[in-house]
Each structure stands twice: as structure tokens, then as C-alpha cells.
């Protein structure tokens, strides 16, 4: 069961914080409920915790895209049990249906980009750091905390923050901004594959499976597609250099 996303602003006891600090040695908690005992141990103050993911970083098409949510302490546990977890290991349908119980429940949540032009210029990893970094300040009630999918800490972020390996796994706040970016990064590639039909973008999401890469072959890439990405970048070359050619 887990303990706290919020924790109300009223300075918990010493003997309570004791209690909760033998509840750890005698039995197994949720990355949730140590982040926090440790956070109220050291602190011993309101806390607003954000978990925050991103998606789309290995794609040759489209932004990268990220979510922060803050969820109140009641809701975590009927997520947990509602199925919450990583968005990779859940099926679109799936998704879809924690989505809505995910933004119903949330105190707050938001999501944040990296565009393309953007992820050529800084490279991806900045950028989907660039995109968690804009999810959280769009929140409307800002966190003082916030869990981050990952190992890389959010450059020049004022809020404390700390980094959990496959976060969206072991968290049920991460797991749940997890499935809100992919939601929302899917619907956006859903409608591009209207515009770019040739790419199957619809199924692919904008990944390099082979449909996609035969596509960029054949066809060229679009403004959507990331230049710094090698396929995408050989493509373009190989483009260019039969233009000239035609033109000689």
C-alpha cells in the first residue's frame, strides 16, 4: 500500500517519524513510501511530489515528449491496483483506460516537449531533459519534490529532485506520468500519420521498424523526422546527392 504523495503541511512527531522509519526494517516498501520516509525524516515538512518520464527518445519521427503528475496519497494505492505501471508494458487500450483514471485522480499534471528542431540542435538527451524540465514548471500546483525517471538529474532544476532506474517500474508516480506522455505523444503521431501515410506512423509511432525505414529510403524524411538521428541523416544525404545528380 502506498503511504504519501502529498503529505500534509503539518510537521510530523519524532515518535510517529520513528515508527515509520521500524515500518522499513521490518517489511518491503514501494520506492513511493522510502523516498518519502527519507524526505520527511531529513526535512520535516509539506510535501507536493512529482513524478515525471518521457517517451519517444529512441524515435527517428516527432518530439519528444514528457509528463509530471502529482497524485494525492489516497489515489496511489486503487492506481497500483488498477494496473498503473510502465506504459511499455501496457497495451494502447490499456493506456488509454489508466489515462482517464490517472488525470481524473491527479492533483495536478502536465505535459512538456523537446521538438524536433530542438532535438537536432542540443541532442536527446538534453532535449527529453528540456522536456521533463517544461512539464514540471507548467504544473499549476508546483511540487517540492520530484521523482525522475532515469539516472540523469534535470539540469538547472530549483526543485530537489531524485533519479530512480526504471522508475516507471518501481514507482507509481513516475509509472503514471509515464502513461500519461505516451498517451498523448501516440494521439499526436496518430494525426501526423494522416498527413505522412507512407512512414506507417500510425503503428510504428514514429520508430525505426523496417516499414519506416524502407519508407525513409524510398521517400525521403519530412520535417518531422530527426536529421541527427543516423538513419534519417543518411537518407537525407543520399536525397541531396541524387538531386545534384539529376541535376548534372
Same mark, same amino acid.
Given at each position: 500500500? +502506498?503511504?504519501?504523495?502529498v503529505?500534509?503541511?503539518?510537521?510530523?512527531?519524532a515518535?510517529?517519524?520513528?515508527?515509520?522509519?521500524?515500518?522499513?526494517?521490518?517489511?518491503?516498501?514501494?520506492?513511493?513510501?522510502?523516498?518519502?520516509?527519507?524526505?520527511?525524516?531529513?526535512?520535516?515538512?509539506?510535501?507536493?511530489?512529482?513524478?515525471? @518520464?518521457?517517451?519517444?527518445?529512441?524515435?527517428?519521427?516527432?518530439?519528444?515528449? +514528457?509528463a509530471?503528475?502529482?497524485?494525492?496519497?489516497?489515489?496511489l494505492?486503487?492506481?497500483?491496483?488498477?494496473?498503473?505501471?510502465?506504459? !511499455?508494458?501496457?497495451?494502447?487500450?490499456?493506456?488509454q &483506460?489508466?489515462?482517464?483514471?490517472?488525470?481524473?485522480?491527479?492533483?495536478?499534471?502536465?505535459?512538456?516537449?523537446?521538438?524536433?528542431?530542438?532535438? @537536432?540542435?542540443?541532442?536527446?538527451l538534453?532535449?527529453?531533459?528540456?522536456?521533463?524540465?517544461?512539464?514540471?514548471? &507548467?504544473?499549476?500546483?508546483?511540487?517540492?519534490?520530484?521523482?525522475?525517471?532515469?539516472?540523469?538529474?534535470?539540469?538547472?532544476?530549483?526543485?530537489?529532485?531524485?533519479?530512480?532506474?526504471?522508475?516507471?517500474?518501481k514507482?507509481?508516480?513516475?509509472?503514471?506520468?509515464?502513461?500519461?506522455? !505516451?498517451?498523448?505523444?501516440?494521439?499526436?503521431?496518430?494525426?501526423?500519420?494522416?498527413?505522412?501515410?507512407?512512414?506507417?506512423?500510425?503503428t510504428? !509511432?514514429?520508430?525505426?521498424?523496417?516499414?519506416?525505414?524502407?519508407?525513409?529510403?524510398?521517400?525521403?524524411?519530412?520535417?518531422?523526422h530527426?536529421?541527427?538521428?543516423?538513419?534519417? &541523416?543518411?537518407a537525407?544525404?543520399?536525397?541531396?546527392?541524387?538531386?545534384?545528380?539529376?541535376?548534372?
Open positions: 500500500m +502506498a503511504l504519501f504523495a503529505v500534509a503541511a503539518v510537521p510530523l512527531p515518535q510517529l517519524i520513528n515508527q515509520r522509519w521500524s515500518m522499513v526494517r521490518r517489511k518491503s516498501l514501494t520506492v513511493d513510501q522510502l523516498e518519502l520516509l527519507e524526505l520527511i525524516n531529513s526535512r520535516d515538512s509539506s510535501l507536493i511530489i512529482a513524478g515525471v @518520464d518521457e517517451v519517444g527518445r529512441g524515435a527517428l519521427f516527432g518530439p519528444v515528449v +514528457a509530471a503528475v502529482i497524485l494525492p496519497s489516497s489515489a494505492a486503487d492506481l497500483a491496483i488498477a494496473g498503473v505501471t510502465d506504459s !511499455k508494458l501496457l497495451s494502447p487500450s490499456e493506456r &483506460r489508466l489515462a482517464v483514471q490517472i488525470r481524473s485522480a491527479a492533483v495536478a499534471y502536465q505535459i512538456g516537449y523537446a521538438s524536433v528542431r530542438e532535438i @537536432d540542435r542540443l541532442n536527446i538534453q532535449s527529453s531533459l528540456l522536456a521533463m524540465k517544461r512539464a514540471i514548471l &507548467r504544473l499549476a500546483v508546483q511540487p517540492n519534490f520530484c521523482l525522475v525517471d532515469g539516472n540523469q538529474r534535470i539540469p538547472e532544476l530549483a526543485i530537489p529532485q531524485k533519479t530512480l532506474v526504471k522508475g516507471d517500474q514507482s507509481t508516480v513516475i509509472a503514471a506520468a509515464s502513461i500519461l506522455a !505516451k498517451v498523448w505523444r501516440d494521439e499526436l503521431l496518430t494525426r501526423l500519420a494522416l498527413r505522412y501515410p507512407q512512414y506507417g506512423l500510425a510504428n !509511432k514514429g520508430y525505426g521498424t523496417p516499414i519506416h525505414r524502407q519508407a525513409i529510403h524510398k521517400y525521403g524524411i519530412t520535417p518531422y530527426r536529421k541527427s538521428f543516423s538513419p534519417c &541523416r543518411l537525407l544525404l543520399e536525397h541531396s546527392s541524387n538531386h545534384l545528380s539529376q541535376e548534372n
